[in-house]
């Protein structure tokens, strides 16, 4: 979840725009646009420069395509808020404390794919990442066992 590190909703973009494998642009601002359903580039290329601030059914499109949690897209929300005062040159205060506070306490969760519909797990995001990445693989392996349909409360198997 790279995307949650945007400070700004032109970040978010340019994250969106960066191959994680290679580190370099991994799509073009028309290709980036077509995944997220618009037919021109020129509002996303323009929201990325930070020479428009982003409009709402781009910020709806952005949302979508990252698949976010409703906390998420309040996050998402907050970045082109900040953006869009700061075309304005209005002051980013109030949006800047939600963005702080979001970052503070949010956390990397785990989709339970099918296993557990609608259950969401949450790490403290500042938790060291190798501490988040070993709590992850435990829960994942905790989640596996009890969406086994053999699977008794109080009776969780215990590796060899």
Sequence with gaps: MEWLKANNFPELLGILKV???????EFSYHQ??????FSS?????MAHKG??????ALVRSVCEFLQVTPREREFVHWLAERSALLKK???TAGVDEKIARFKAIHVAQIRVDGALPGVVIEISATAPEG???????VLRELLFEI????FKPGCVSKPN
């Design 51 to 56: 020479q428009r601030p982003p409009s709402a």
């Design 89 to 91: 040159g209005k002051a």
């Design 131 to 137: 501490v988040r990445r070993r709590l992850e693989e």
């Design 32 to 37: 980036l646009a077509l995944r997220l359903g």
């Design 147 to 150: 969406s086994n349909p053999d």
């Design 19 to 25: 191959s994680r494998r290679r580190g370099t642009s």
């Design 41 to 45: 580039a020129r509002s996303l290329a």
